[in-house]
């Protein structure tokens, strides 16, 4: 248990049985204490306490959050932010479990703290790191256990948990760069929708009241949108219901249907653009992930066999597995990526010029930078091409209903 002035914070296992409870007290100085403490039951913590010199005035329960777990989800990037902790320490010499300690009494997260001490606390019951994290398979997947089986049994785990984090780090860059591609544009059209929805239920209705008092035959780009004004005021409810049943069904079919997530990711990587993204981000992920399980010592079959859920598409996913049989019956890498017709000719090059010299994860870093590179380069200029696009769409949406809604006004302008 670590002690300060103000403060002491004691951490435990959280086995079955065991409750955390709250503590103030104070030590032989007079000092006032406060911490936590996992035990069966209070008089524990209370023995616990005197044997560490800490006279206890209020021991009880931790009360528990309102609404379920407190903290928020644990996400990939404090995985990333996780593996470059533990590998920087134990690169420094820090013992793995005092690594585990500092990490997990350092972190804001509750449930990435709790997740944290599970794993210090099996290790010192006498697991391997590897076991360990196999107990959080959503947070550590098989990729990252068995670069970390690896790196456990050749010694040399300080070394792969760097190799980790750098990768762990260049794959949220990556998503990242992916996401913006994506997130701009949709969230532009649906504010667009959103405000067009708004003026047709709410403004044209009051246009339409204007318009009733002139006498005469309106436009036929206006007739057109207070007629759909018209639909909107009437059906708005179930044009709801239906956008919002289409999305439960799209989320639904996608995750439950395989044939349908074939489906999406055959289509995206044919759209202009945003599939060649998708093709060099793929090949990216594949590259890099093929290099770091190579460098660690995995088995080449069984690497091929880890990477083929990394590429992030159902398509370039089928093509590893492809090339993972064909290795598997002695095929070299490089003739079986040929095979699949998916990657291009100075990715196969590369590759055959990296067996040949026997430094196949020296290149496919080399082919990670660059079509990363890649991928930042199209993600930026496809942001400068959206943004003139993406105005001209707003102009055109909403600056035509206000044109419209004028017309009348400046044709009987122009007969008075």
Known sequence: MSASRSTVKTTARANDGLQTFTWVGKDKRGVVMKGEQ????????????????????????????LFGAAGSAIKPRDIAIFSRQIATMMKS???????????????????????????????????????ALTKHPVQFDELYRNLVRAGEAAGVLETVL?????????????????????????????????VSAILLVFVVPQFQEVFKGFGADLPAFTLMIIHLSDFMVS??????????????????????????????????????????????????????????????GVPLVEALDTVAGATGNAVYTDAVYRIRDDVAVGYPVNMAMKQVNLFPHM??????????????????????????????????????????????????????????????????????
């Open 38 to 65: 996992a035990a069966k039951n209070i008089n524990l913590v209370k023995a616990e306490l005197r044997r560490q010199g800490i006279t206890p005035q209020t021991v009880k329960p931790k009360s528990k959050p």
């Open 347 to 416: 990715v196969i090059q590369m590759t055959a010029i990296g067996e040949e010299a026997g430094a196949l994860d020296t290149m496919l870093f080399k082919v990670a930078e660059f079509y990363e590179q890649e991928v930042n380069n199209a993600v930026d200029a496809l942001s400068s091409l959206l943004e003139p696009m993406i105005m001209v769409f707003l102009g055109v949406i909403v600056g035509g209903m206000v044109v419209a809604m004028y017309l009348p006004i400046f044709k009987l302008a122009s007969v008075v």
């Open 162 to 194: 760097d190799t980790i984090a750098t990768y762990k780090e260049n794959l949220e860059a990556l998503k990242g760069k992916i996401k913006k591609a994506m997130f701009y544009p949709a969230m532009v059209v649906a504010v667009a929708l959103i």
């Open 235 to 296: 059906w708005w409810w179930l044009m709801l219901l239906g956008l919002i049943g289409a999305g439960v069904a799209f989320i639904a079919a996608k995750k439950r249907s395989l044939a349908f997530q074939h489906f999406l990711d055959r289509m995206i990587l044919k759209v202009p653009v945003i599939g060649q993204i998708m093709h060099n981000s793929s090949i990216a992920r594949f590259s890099r992930t093929l290099g770091v399980t190579f460098k660690a």
């Open 93 to 131: 010499g820090v013992p793995i479990v005092s690594a585990l300690e500092i990490i997990g009494n350092g972190n804001k997260n509750p449930r990435m703290r709790a997740m944290v001490d599970s794993i210090r606390g099996d290790i010192q019951g006498g697991m391997s790191f590897t076991e």
